[in-house]
């Protein structure tokens, strides 16, 4: 997702570029073995068997992975970790990683979450505020492609939006309820990385409308939403200036003591388990949150023994991530007259509404919302006889609506969240295991409780049934959307990377995946980080130009 974009930035603007990947290529359309197929061309009819799920325990509970895109994740037992706290880390190794995988809702962070560590005195200060980003959302988003509507909320700032999704009709009776109930609470329609109407750009890039058949994870033909794969990638191709090297797993960053700066990265053959040396004058890092973490760590030198730029010992701590344990369902009766289109690829979001202007609640963060309204499908449980015309008809007719809440809640960066290397247990390629060290605490409880209450609430004042609020107690890694480890801020005794993402003591590697966030704010991470990417990019394009990298 990010390196796609450090791909394309950094190449469309003239420089030559080598992109290493650790896994396989996936070329779009070509790649994509199941994007076509119906339940019964399965053998399994989509499902995993149980002797894999066995085998599997972490992979298997992604929700995503199926007997259809099974071969976009990382199996289990490929690069072995140690979870001294439970962890669940969610995978993809080749061309595109987890862009091929997500679930592509993207929201731009307001000014308020780049506000919020030095105000209420968590993490440390950003070393940036909303308007740095701004222009870099909407470059983003103008080639992405994000459908949405205008909103004007200031918890959720507009962006560059194609035409939004409908809201169906159940769906705006909540939306209604709550507007009318909460001064301070805005539902709005999702926004997504979906073409729902395809502008010039788009279609320079090879790609075309969403077909609403939310079949996403197993890549999409028609490019309906945005990965690497399908976007990035190619269109930095074109330029001529980059070059993709596949099954080159990064084991280390070279560190020359004399030039004080890094002169290229140590690769090994997926293979061949050979090591090959490149050189560049500068190296972007983009190999995931916990990937660019362990990168770092392992690039130990005279000069920095405990990993590269690792002068104040924070590498790898504050890691932090979305909370996903908190659901909610329930049913609502009426409207039974009416359905919507298509399968839709989003749903109703509500912008945090928690500590938004001023720290008021007895826990620090808050939580975006996601509320959907379905009706009960075909598969469902029927009274009566389960064969014959009378079963026939009932199941023809879409059954009851069914809602569904769930909460994406911040996790608020603590030092003793960490990931760090063994020190005896290596994978396949030699390369140290990761242990990961990141748990749950009291704030994080607090969070979920008042989402259990506040949700349950705005159902009950819609006139919903049937609430029941649900914590999957799951465990931190299954939200996906992990970050820090390698933190931006002002000061190098508490951060590591400066606000252009350069390591603070090494300026020709640049941070730009998740694992530079300072905080993990409400929003889905994607945008950012694809955003800060294409911003520290044009930065050290400006820089080479000038002479000093
Ligand atoms: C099911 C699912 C749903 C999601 N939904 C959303 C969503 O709705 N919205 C959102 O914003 N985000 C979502 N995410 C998260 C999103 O996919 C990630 O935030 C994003 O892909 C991270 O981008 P990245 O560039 O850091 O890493 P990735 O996209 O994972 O790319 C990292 C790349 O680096 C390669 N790599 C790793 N280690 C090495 C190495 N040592 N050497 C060479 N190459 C290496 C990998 O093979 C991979 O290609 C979801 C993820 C999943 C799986």
């Known amino acids: 997702m990010s390196g796609g974009w450090a791909a394309k930035e950094l190449s469309e603007q003239g420089l030559k570029t080598l992109v290493l990947e650790r896994g396989r290529d996936v070329k779009h359309i070509k790649d994509y073995p199941t994007?076509?197929?119906?339940?019964?061309?399965?053998?399994?009819?989509?499902?995993?068997?149980?002797?894999?799920?066995?085998?599997?325990?972490?992979?298997?509970?992604?929700?995503a992975f199926s007997e259809a895109t099974e071969h976009f994740f990382v199996k289990d037992n490929v690069q072995p970790y140690i979870q001294e706290k439970p962890f669940d880390w969610i995978r993809g190794y080749h061309v595109g990683g987890k862009s091929l995988l997500w679930a592509r809702q993207v929201q731009r962070w307001s000014k308020f979450e780049f506000e919020q560590p030095l105000r209420d005195n968590y993490a440390v200060d950003w070393p940036i505020r909303y308007d740095d980003l701004a222009d870099w959302y909407s470059h983003v988003e103008k080639f992405v492609g994000i459908s949405g509507n205008k909103d004007g909320v200031e918890t959720i700032p507009d962006g560059e939006f194609l035409p939004p999704w409908e809201i169906n009709v159940v769906e705006k009776h909540i939306q209604k309820s709550i507007k009318d109930n909460y001064k301070d609470r805005f539902p709005i329609i999702g926004r997504c990385a979906?073409?729902?109407?395809?502008?010039?750009?788009?279609?320079?890039?090879?790609?075309?409308?969403?077909?609403?058949?939310?079949?996403?994870?197993?890549?999409?033909?028609?490019?309906?939403?945005?990965s690497a794969n399908a976007s990035t990638i190619p269109w930095a191709e074109k330029t001529g200036n980059m070059t993709l090297r596949t099954n080159a797993i990064v084991h280390s960053i070279i560190y020359d003591e004399q030039q004080k700066k890094a002169t290229g990265v140590r690769v090994i053959d997926r293979f061949t388990k050979e090591t090959t040396e490149y050189f560049a004058k500068v190296i972007f890092l983009n190999a995931s949150t916990i990937n660019s973490?362990?990168?770092?760590?392992?690039?130990?030198?005279?000069?920095?023994?405990?990993?590269?730029?690792?002068?104040?010992?924070?590498?790898?701590?504050?890691?932090?991530?979305?909370?996903?344990?908190?659901?909610?369902?329930?049913?609502?009766?009426?409207?039974?007259?009416?359905?919507?289109?298509?399968?839709?690829?989003?749903?109703?979001?509500?912008?945090?509404?928690?500590?938004?202007?001023?720290?008021?609640?007895?826990?620090?963060?808050?939580?975006?919302?996601?509320?959907?309204?379905?009706?009960?499908?075909?598969?469902?449980?029927?009274?009566?006889?389960?064969?014959?015309?009378?079963?026939?008809?009932?199941?023809?007719?879409?059954?009851?609506?069914?809602?569904?809440?769930?909460?994406?809640?911040?996790?608020?960066?603590?030092?003793?969240?960490?990931?760090?290397?063994?020190?005896?247990?290596?994978?396949?390629?030699g390369i140290p295991q990761v242990i990961a060290s990141v748990g749950y605490n009291e704030n994080d409880d607090l969070l979920l409780q008042d989402f259990h209450e506040q949700g349950s609430e705005m159902l009950k004042k819609a006139g919903c049934k049937n609430i029941k609020t649900i914590d999957s107690q799951q465990a931190p890694g299954l939200d996906i959307h992990e970050v820090g480890g390698v933190r931006m801020g002002v000061d190098p005794k508490t951060s590591l990377l400066n606000k252009w993402n350069q390591l603070h003591a090494c300026k020709n590697v640049f941070v730009t995946d998740g694992a530079c966030m300072t905080s993990t704010g409400t929003q889905n991470p994607s945008l950012t980080f694809m955003a800060i990417t294409a911003r520290a990019a044009s930065f050290a394009v400006k820089e080479i130009k000038k002479g000093n990298l």
């Open 293 to 429: 973490n362990l990168i770092l760590l392992n690039s130990k030198s005279n000069k920095f023994p405990n990993g590269l730029g690792n002068d104040n010992g924070l590498l790898g701590k504050y890691i932090s991530f979305h909370i996903y344990r908190g659901r909610i369902s329930a049913t609502y009766d009426g409207f039974e007259d009416s359905y919507y289109y298509g399968r839709r690829p989003t749903q109703i979001l509500m912008p945090n509404f928690r500590n938004v202007r001023k720290q008021d609640m007895a826990f620090k963060g808050g939580y975006m919302i996601h509320y959907s309204a379905l009706r009960k499908s075909w598969n469902r449980e029927v009274e009566g006889d389960q064969i014959g015309i009378e079963f026939k008809d009932k199941i023809s007719k879409p059954g009851q609506w069914d809602i569904s809440m769930m909460a994406q809640i911040e996790k608020i960066p603590e030092k003793e969240d960490h990931v760090r290397l063994s020190e005896d247990q290596t994978d396949e390629w």
């Open 35 to 63: 994007a076509f197929k119906n339940p019964w061309d399965f053998k399994h009819r989509g499902q995993i068997p149980r002797a894999e799920k066995e085998a599997n325990p972490i992979v298997s509970r992604c929700y």
């Open 194 to 226: 979906h073409l729902t109407e395809p502008k010039e750009i788009h279609l320079e890039q090879g790609r075309g409308k969403c077909q609403a058949r939310t079949l996403c994870y197993r890549g999409c033909p028609f490019g309906g939403y945005f």
